[in-house]
C-alpha cells in the first residue's frame, strides 16, 4: 500500500505581538480572565506588509527545504483557508505564483478543521498514485474580520501559516486514519458574514450585516468538548493503535479547557500533548501544521511515533487522524527525483487528431 509520508515542514507567524495587556487597554477584560477562560496569553496580528500568501509562502519555502525540494518537484497544492487574500483567484495559485512550478492547485474550506481535511486529502492523491508530492498548507489571518471593541471574540484569534509535504512511501507512514464530520446546521454558531451581503445593492437589505466573525461562544466550546474526544478516540481505533501507542497528541490550539478534556478522554499526561496556544492564539488552519513544526523541531517526534490530530471549527466541523510520523521508504536521491512530463493517451491523441484552435465534437 502505498502511504503519503510527511517530509518536510515550515511556518511563519506576523512579527507584530498582541498581548493580553494590549488587549485590557481596548476592551473590559484582564489578563487573569483571559488566561483562565482560555490559556492564551499573546497572538500574532498581521500588520501592513503580511496576508495569508506571504505567510503561506514563507511557510512552504520552509517546508520545501526542509523536505529537500523545489516547487518544480510538487505535484499538487492545497491550501486550507477560510481567509483567503482574493476570491478569485484561489489562495493556491497565489502561493504558486510565488513560488513557482506548474502543480496543479486549489483550496479547501473547512475553518479551523480545514489543515486536518487537507491532508487526508492531499494524501489521498499521493496513496491512488495520482501524485508523487503534495504541498498542504493551513493558513489565516482572521484578526482582519475580528471587530476589537468585541471582547468575547477579539481574546482569542491569532494570524498564521503551516505546511508540510508529503512524498510517496511504501511503508506505513503518513496519515494512518482519518475522521471528518460535520454538522453544517451549527453554521450559525461560528461564521463570517458573506460578501454578498455587502454588495453596494444589499446593503440597504441587510443593514445589520457586518464584517466581523460572529460566534456563540458556549456552543462552540460544548461542541467542541464533545467531538474533540470522540473524533481523536474514532482516530486511534480506526488506525488500529490503542491509547498506549499514541506518542503525541497535537490537538487545535483554541482553548486550553478544550484541549484538556481531549487529552483526559485519551489518558495521555500533558507532557505527550502539543500546546503553544499561549503564543499564537487560535490561528485557524495553521493551528496544527504550526504545532506540528515547533514538536517536530524540538525534536518531539521520532521515526515511528505515533502523532493524533485533532480539529474542530466552524461550520461547524471537526477532522482528526492518526499520522505516524518518518521518512522510512521515501526515495531521496536524485535519479528517482527526476521525472518525464507525462502525457497522458487521451490527451496525445486528442492533440494529434484536432487542430489547435477548434474544439472537438461531442
Ligand atoms: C469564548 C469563551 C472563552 C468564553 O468563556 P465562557 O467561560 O464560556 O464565558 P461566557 O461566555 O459564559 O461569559 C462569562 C462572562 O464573562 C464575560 N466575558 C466574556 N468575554 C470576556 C472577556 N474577554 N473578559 C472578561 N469578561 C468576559 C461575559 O460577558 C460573561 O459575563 P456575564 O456573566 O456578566 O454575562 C469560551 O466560551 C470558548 O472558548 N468557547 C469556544 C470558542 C472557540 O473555541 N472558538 C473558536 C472555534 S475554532
Redesign the pocket.
Known sequence: MRNAAITGWGMAVPERVLTNADLERM????DD??TS??GIKERRIVGPNDSTTSLSVAAAREALDKAGLTADDIDLIVVATCTPDQFLVSQACLVQAELGGNAGAFDLGA??SGFVYALAVGSQFVQTGLHDRVLVIGADTLTRFVDYTD??TC??FGDGAGAVVLEATDAPRGLLSTVLGADGAGNKH?YIPGWGAFVPESAELFPEYRPYLQ?N??E??RF?VRVMGDAAVEAVAKAGLTFDDVDMLIP?Q??M??IDAAARRLALPREKVWVNLDRYG?T?AASIPIAIYEAAEAGKLNEGDNVVLVA???GLAWAAGAVRWGVEGVCRDAACRQRPVVVSEPARALAGAVPAGTMPDG
Open positions: 476592551v473590559e477584560t484582564s480572565w483571559i477562560r482560555t475553518a479551523c471582547r468575547s481574546i482569542l461560528l460566534m461562544g458556549q462552540v466550546f467542541a487545535h483554541a482553548n479547557r478544550i487560535n485557524s474542530f471549527g466552524g
